[in-house]
């Protein structure tokens, strides 16, 4: 089964993570990057949604299981290959040439929360899915480049309360919060929404760049 996969529709590029809870691991890192490499290929994309093809899930963050098996053999190589390679997939967003806009159509849970908020947009469908930072509850800590750009989403004082607590929060919340730009009813609302906001973008992002 395929990991993520990407197609073109006019000058909007949609990536769909496509693994079920869409657990981060090396053959996660590798594909999104892969992926991210053809896309700015492409000079005739103007935009990027990045969401998933599951039902209930937009991503459940690292993948735990991996982590430990990888642990477990001592391979701290495919270990340090995953770190570099997460680390910089939430670099290349922040610094893409074109806008990218999140349609979080389910949970978004730690690093996949994270990965949501390196977009420059967030778009989520309210009737199922919620948006959470858990490290709280399983003490890890948030490394300071992590922070910064979390804090680049959501506003401080929303920020101190689910960095904290651990809350789950739903899509309306978060658009109160204006974390998010839009509270869609349903995943097919959520993509018509999401795709039409991605095509009113024409232009480059001036003064970033791609490295």
Known sequence: MAIIEWEKKGSTAIINMCNGANKQNLAFVTKMNQS??????DKD?????????DEKNFSQGIDVEW???KMNEKDFGSIKSFMHGVNNIFKRILLMPVPVIAAINGHAFGNGAMLACTCDFRFMKKDKGFFCFPEVDISIPFLPGMIKFVRKAIPEYKFNEMILSGKRVGAQELQDSHVIVKASA???ELLSDTLAFAGTFTKKKEGFSVN
Do not use: C
Request: charged residues 25%; proline residues 0%; without cysteine.
């Open 36 to 41: 991210l490499d053809e896309i700015q290929e």
């Open 186 to 188: 349903n995943r097919e």
């Open 67 to 69: 982590l430990g098996q």
């Open 45 to 53: 994309i103007f935009s990027i949604v990045l969401t998933s093809s």
